[in-house]
Structures are given as C-alpha cells and as structure tokens.
C-alpha cells in the first residue's frame, strides 16, 4: 500500500451545525477529497468499486446482485438511516412498529417478521465491517457516509451471520490527509431543526482524524387524543437525538493501517401510536369506558386524519454505543497478501411505553420504566481474513467469533377498563343482547367470586429473560480465473451456535382472577358453579344447555380469564433453554466475461440463519408451540434454524463509453423453515414455516450521459413472486371447509398456504435523477427527483384483507444553489412530496374482537402504524 503524506496543518477545531439533506451529485462523480475550490471531470459508471465480496472490485465485475450508493447520491434523497435508504432500492422495505427501536428490512419479499428481539434478522446490517445483529440495532444517523452496497439474495460466507435474504453493507467516510470542515443546517416542518458538523485533520505525517455530531429534533406528526390520561403529550412520531462518531487514521508505516472508531447515538422520543383501520363493534364499548372518545367510532375510522387514541406513555429512550479497531497489515509475502482484523464492541439499549389497546379505555399497558420495559444487546466480535491474489487465484479464508448478551424485561399493567370490557365483551360472544344488562359489568366478578375491580388490576406480568449467544465461523472465498474470460468462484462457510435463555416469570399482582377457577386437580366445581350462577343470574340457561355446550362456554370464559398477562400459570415459571447449531454455508458462482462489456454469471448459494427462541410468554392448548389455543404455559419456546438454496441468474453490461450501465438477473430463492412471528390480537406466535419460494427479475440501470453535463439518472426495478407453500402443518393454517375433530376452529393463519406472502410487494422500482448546471460565472444550481413505486401487497402477516395496501408512489424532492466551490449551498427539500397516504404495518386491535379471525366479521378492529406525511424545509451547507 503507497501512503500518501497528509498535509502539515495547524489543527483547528471546527464542528459546525446542519442536517443531512438531499443535495445531488452525480454517482461518483466527485472525488472526496478534491480541494473545495476544483472541480472534476465525472469518472464513468464502469468504475464503481464495491466491497461485496470483502475485497475492492469494480462493480460489473462482481457476479452478485448488488445496488450500490454514493455518499452524494444517499445524500441527494436524504437517507441518513437504513429506513431512509429504502426509497433508493427495488425489493427493499423497512419498517418500524410499536416502537423506533423495533425495525424490520425486507428485501425481494423476505424479512423477519414481528417485533420479538428472539429472532434475528434475514437482512443483515454491517457497518464498517461490523455485523449489526439486529435490524434495529443498525438504526440511527449512520453520519458522514463512504457509501452503502444493497446485497440482494444470501450472504451467508462472507458477512458475519443471518443473512439469508442479503445485506445492507454501510461504509463510513474515513480520515483523509486533507484538511476540511463542513456544517449544516436545517428548518422544517413540523419543528423541525437539525444541526450537523464534521472536522477531517490531519495529525502529524502519519494519523489522521474525523470527528461527526448531530442534534435532530421535529414535533411529532401524529395528534394524539389522550382522553383522561395520565398522558398528557398530545403528539407522537417526534424526534430529539443526538449523534456522535469519531475515526483515528494511524499509518504507522507504508504496511500498516489501523482505524479506531467510536459512535453513539441518544434518543428520547415519543413514538409509536397506531391509528384504526378499521372500527369494529367493540368500538362502542371501548368508547364507554373511554369516556365517549376512546376510539374511533364504529365505522368511522380515518386513519388518514392522522389521529391516534393514547391515555399513556409512549416515550422511548434508546442509547447506541460501540468501540471499533480494523487494522490492515500488508505483506510481501503470499502474492501480497493482507490481513485484515476487525474488533468490535457494541451495547444498545432501550426503554419503551405502550398503550397496547392503541385507545384511551385504560386496558392494558407498558409503563417506560427499565424494570419494567427494557431491551439490551451486547457483543462483541472479532473476525480476521487473510486475502490475496496472483495471476490466477484471488483468495481469502478467515474466522469469525461474536458473543452476544441479551437481557429483557417485560411486563403487562392491567388498567381499571379492563375488568368491565371482559365482563362485557364475553357476555357480547354468547348473545350480544346480554351486553346491555345492568349486571353486565361485574361478570367476572361474580364468576371468579371476587369483588369488583379485584378480579385484574395492577401488574399483571413482569417477565425478564437473558440469553448469551455465541457464534463462531470459519469462512473462504476464492475466484480461480480459468481463462481470461471465464471466472469461477467458490465460498464455504462452517457456523457454530449456541444459544442458552433463562427465562424468569412472575405475576405481580398473583393473577387472582384466573387463579380463582383452579383447584388441585384443574377447574374446580365451585368454580363451575360460580360460572354456571353467573350466566343464569344474566338470562342464560345454563342448567339446560347441553354438556358439550356448558364445556365451551366455561373454557371460553376460563381461557378470556387466563390470557398470558394474566394466567396464573405463569407465576413463579422458571425456564432453562438451550440449543447448538452446526451448519455448512456456501456459494458457488461462474462468471463469463464476452468482451469488455458484458458478463454473465450464475450462481447458487445456499444461506442460513440461526434459531432461536421465543422471548414472550408462550401457551397453548397442550404445552407446546404447535399446539392450539390455549392456557397450559410452554416450555420449549424454540424455534429450528432458517434455510434456503437460491439460484441466480445474471448479466452486468456497460455501454456509451462507461457512461450507461445496465444489470439485471433472475433469481430462485426457496426457504426451508422460515421463522414466521405473528400477533394474532392477543399473544405473539412463532412458526416455522415448511416452505416459502422467492423468484422474479432484478434490474437496475444508472445512466451519465456525455452530452448532458450533470445529468445522472439511477434506476431500478423488481419483480418478486414470493409466496407461502401450497401445505402448512399446524391448527393455525386450517381454513373453512378443512376443519377436524383436532383443529375444530378456523385457525389464525389459514389463509397463508399458497398466498403472496406480507410485505411482498410483486412488482418495486426506484428512480433518482439529478441534474446539476452552471448559473453565471461563479454559482450553481442543483435538482434531484428520487421516487420509490410498490405494487399492491398485505401489510398483515396473517394477510387479513382490511390490512391490504394498495399501489402506492413516495417521491423526494430537491433543489439547490450554491458556489460552484461548493463552499456553500442553499437547498429546498420534501419528503414525501405528493403526501402520499400508506400504511406501514396493520395488525389486529389487541383484544377487539375477541376470538375472530375469518375476514369481515364485524366485530373485528383493525389497526395500523403509518408511514410518515409530507414534510419539507431549508438547509445551509458550508464548507470550510
């Protein structure tokens, strides 16, 4: 490696305000370390270099599917997180639910569904050579940016673990040896402000520094009714945080490069309330007990008008830390050959509230207290590689070791509304007449024989779980140049896991009403008698229904009585789990290079990601997670291990000059037990899932064309048919028609088997164009134009038709000027530009209606967490 000299500068220091906007220039067309007064000739398209296969290589070179993003293309459409990014990238979403620190990415339909930090991510989020366990975990200001490489399709030999439906693979600015400082800053909309700076100083011949901070804080775009509280904020979606990151550049000699890093990140925000789609009849109870504006009234659900129903907390506070070294040795011996070790350690952190009734009737909730509600993940990681080349091998082998640690809390608080809405909600299931009795209310008292306002109050359950997880990996790549055009490569990858939870739950508040029905040997005949005097004194004839009849509304009653927060079974469980893996992984690929323009390649790959376990409370009608609806607590919340084989078909081709590059391929992914998280209104389950096939066209173009200075054009698009098997094992996946003596009811999920899966859009694609021009002598002017379309899909992962989305465009918008020494800019900007109304997530109304899950019963309310409105502003960029 030739070290260059950094310049001798006094060392100033100068971290200015700003906010990351949507500037444009074109990809690559400007050199980062350029003086500020010059200007460059664009290079061409055909030289892109990427790190997808952990060495430097131009693009059209590399035979993986791979959408590659400049700091200044990321920069014109605004992205400075992962949820950001998806705008820019065909088969790509994110997604975020009951809290920002629970984010999902998807791509070409695949991604983990759900919001239980057991299960780990399809998509695998590396930032600067650091794998990021989960989606979550990676979400922030990733600050000044080198680029971001989108991989599509298993990653499993190369990138850390879990990567069974691509990588997201961040690249930060390095320190160069060229003085610089920048700053920005931002109003919008909605409050908005953000200030941002960086410093690069060279230190001494031999080091150099970059320092990034950032302040963002925005009102929340979300009015919030909060009835008669205890909350008080009428506003959600907010945002107040707070970024730093620094890099030490040693070069210590011409052999050795060590960069030191270290970032964090601080949120304390309000975030996320949903809105209903659609308003059941339990609606009308739920108003009653609100106090008459609890919810939106049946049938006149507008989630549009971006009004969510809240009486408690929502505030989020999430920390994100970590402490990196790479170093990068040389040698002269082996071809040239470099070692490359990368050592990290992270520790992210959170604290969440939840009104998890999405009403102001006092359900149930989630007080933001650590004891209370609190997700921690620690680890640490170590890899090294070993790479070379010679005329007729590029090589590499490595080890790969990480220890993760994560610690839970979880708990449920009952609210005084919850008693009544039981009584009356279950008395609505035998005949919705009973529902409008004097007595309707104090049902469950009278069944349980307990006072009212007794029978669930308080903290119901407070759960915590630690689980250690270890991970270990010895991993090749290597690509022989057979001929001169013909390229063959293949990787190896051999996984150890193991992963051990202690799983500790209680029931603070005893669980008195469930626990009122249970004798020595089960349910007790008192208990019986004080369900069977319960029904009569409110007009059913209990004594005259038959047996089978009497046996069912007692288990209903007993079950609705027993939901996990507040099933007595639970008390005092104390869970030891353990389970190992051992798993090959691997790809092998040919790449056939026609001339100087064209390649195409095939590839197999085969990926893997680790199971798990379920970290909630687990019950079912026999004690184990197949089982059907139930109270009898599970034990064994594992979950085996995800596969698939994938099959691609590629071809890279260059055209005008390396002025115009278009790639595309087709692909065959099919997964083999992929881990399925559902929330089915009233607990979270987790199934496997036999088969699931991903296949379609990935394309992409980028265009810079020579005549027409400024102009850069990037787009993509995908076609993904990704659906379910036609045959799902399991109670829950029994549809009309198919019922048994097992499976006597319509089961949760029956409606997967065959279908398109959720978040599956069949047919993506994304456009950035930008185009920049001189105005006068010293000034320029900006534009750029980014859009993301999506087809039709299910944002549901049972695939309820009320959670359906319809076909949907997001637009982008910026223009700028500024001097043509970029010394400064002035830029006006949108987001979601058309305003464009869609939803992120749908799900059903936590405990409304109770038991219902076959499409358009009326009684069913269905929620949904938005995607952001239209929000716009200025910003100020200067450079020094």
């Known amino acids: 490696m030739q070290r260059t000299q950094p310049q001798r500068r006094p060392l100033t220091i100068a971290v200015l305000v700003g906010l990351m906007g949507f500037t444009s220039l074109p990809v690559l067309a ?91 991510s399809s998509v695998g989020v590396v930032i600067d050579g650091v794998f990021r366990s989960r989606n979550s975990v990676g979400f922030g200001d990733l600050g000044e940016l080198e680029r971001i490489e989108v991989l599509k399709g298993p990653q499993g030999t190369l990138f850390g673990k879990n990567t069974s439906a691509g990588v997201i693979n961040v690249v930060t600015r390095k320190p160069d040896d060229v003085f610089s400082a920048d700053g920005e800053v931002t109003f919008g909309n909605y409050g908005a402000l953000g200030l941002a700076g960086g410093v690069n100083a060279p230190l001494g011949d031999y080091a150099a520094l970059r320092v990034y901070v950032a302040h963002r804080d925005r009102d929340g775009w979300m009015s919030v009714v909060t009835a008669p509280g205890p909350r008080t904020n009428a506003r959600d979606y907010d945002q107040d945080f707070n970024t730093f990151r620094a890099k030490l550049l040693l070069q210590p000699t011409d052999k050795v490069e060590i960069v030191l890093s270290a970032d964090s990140t601080r949120r304390n925000e309000n975030c996320c309330t949903a809105v209903q789609l659609v308003s059941g009849s ?273 288990s209903n009653i007993v079950g609705y009585s027993c939901l996990p927060w507040a099933n007595v079974q639970h008390n005092g469980r104390h869970t030891d789990q353990s389970r190992s893996e051992n798993e090959w992984s691997g790809t092998l690929k040919a790449a056939y290079r026609w001339n100087e323009h064209a390649m195409t390649y095939l590839s197999y790959a085969r990926g893997y990601k680790a199971g798990g376990f379920n970290f909630d409370r687990v019950q079912s009608s026999n004690g184990l997670s197949s089982g059907g609806s139930g109270i009898t607590p599970v034990n064994d919340t594992s979950f085996p291990g995800e596969f698939v084989d994938s099959w691609e078909l590629g071809a890279k081709t260059t055209w005008a000059g390396g002025n115009l590059l278009f790639n595309a391929a087709l692909f065959h992914q099919k997964y083999s037990n992929f881990q399925l998280n559902s929330f089915l209104g009233t607990s979270f389950v987790v199934r496997s899932i036999p088969e699931v096939v991903s296949k379609g066209l990935d394309a992409e173009l980028l265009w810079q064309p020579k005549a027409v200075p400024g ?145 358009g019963n009326p009684k069913n309310t269905y929620d949904a967490f938005l995607g952001a409105p239209r929000m716009y502003g200025a910003t100020l960029r200067v450079r020094f």
């Open 282 to 554: 339990s609606s009308v109870l739920i108003n009653k007990l609100g106090g008459g504006n609890a919810i939106a009234p049946t049938g006149q659900a507008n989630p549009w008008a971006r009004v969510a129903y809240s009486n408690r907390d929502t505030s989020q506070k999430i920390n994100d830390r970590g402490l990196q070294a790479e170093v990068n040795i040389d040698f002269d011996m082996l071809g040239g050959a470099r070692l490359t070790s990368i050592t990290a350690g992270r520790d992210w952190d959170a604290v969440n509230g939840r009104d998890f009734d999405f009403s102001t009737a006092d359900l149930i909730y989630m007080n933001p207290q650590q004891d209370e509600s609190y997700a921690r993940v620690k680890s640490f990681s170590q890899e090294f590689h070993l790479s070379g080349s010679t005329a007729k091998l590029d090589w590499l082998v490595g080890g790969f070791y990480s220890n993760e640690t994560i610690d839970r809390n979880e708990s449920y608080r009952i609210g005084a509304a919850y008693e009544p809405y039981l009584s009356i909600g279950l008395l609505s299931m035998i005949n919705p007449a009973l529902a409008g009795l004097p007595n309707a209310a104090t049902f469950m008292a009278d069944a349980t024989g307990r006072p009212f306002g007794t029978v669930f109050a308080g903290l119901g359950a407070l759960d915590r779980y630690q689980q250690e997880a270890k991970s270990t990996a010895l991993f090749t790549n290597n690509t022989w140049h057979a001929t001169e055009a013909l390229d063959v490569t293949m990787g190896l990858r051999y996984t150890r896991e193991t992963k051990d939870l202690v799983s500790v739950y209680s029931n603070p508040n005893g669980g008195l009403g469930c626990a009122s029905y249970f004798g020595a040997t089960g349910i007790s005949p008192a208990a019986i008698g004080r369900i069977a005097a319960a029904l009569t004194a409110r007009g059913v004839p209990f004594a005259s229904l038959p047996a089978a009849n009497q046996q069912a509304l007692i």
């Open 30 to 120: 400007q050199d980062a370390a350029t003086a500020a007064d010059k200007k460059v000739e664009p290079k061409t398209l055909d030289t892109m270099v990427v790190t997808a296969q952990k060495r430097e290589e131009v693009m059209q070179n590399v035979p993986i599917a791979v959408t590659a993003l400049s700091q200044q293309t990321l920069q014109d459409t605004g992205v400075r997180d992962i949820k950001d990014l998806q705008i820019l990238v065909p088969g790509l979403t994110v997604t975020s639910t009951q809290s920002e620190a629970i984010t999902t990415a998807r791509l070409r339909g695949i991604g983990t569904v759900g919001d239980n930090i057991g299960l780990e």
């Open 711 to 855: 102009l850069m054009l990037q787009t993509g698009l995908m076609y993904a048919d990704t659906k379910y098997g036609n045959s799902i094992p399991g109670c829950d996946f029994v549809g009309p028609g198919a019922l048994t003596p097992q499976c006597p009811a319509i089961g949760a999920l029956y409606k997967l088997p065959g279908a398109q899966m959720s978040f599956a859009p069949k047919l993506s694609g994304s456009a950035s164009l930008t185009y920049e021009w001189d105005i006068g002598s010293s000034l320029e002017g900006r534009f750029n134009i980014g859009g993301k379309y999506m087809s039709s899909y299910n944002t549901g992962s049972d695939l309820d038709a009320e959670k359906h989305q319809g076909a949907y465009t997001v637009a982008n918008l910026r223009v700028g000027i500024g001097s043509r020494d970029r010394k400064w800019q002035v830029e006006l900007w949108g987001t979601n530009v058309f305003n464009t109304k869609y939803v992120q997530v749908g799900f059903d109304g936590p405990l409304q209606a109770l038991g219902t899950p076959e499409p």
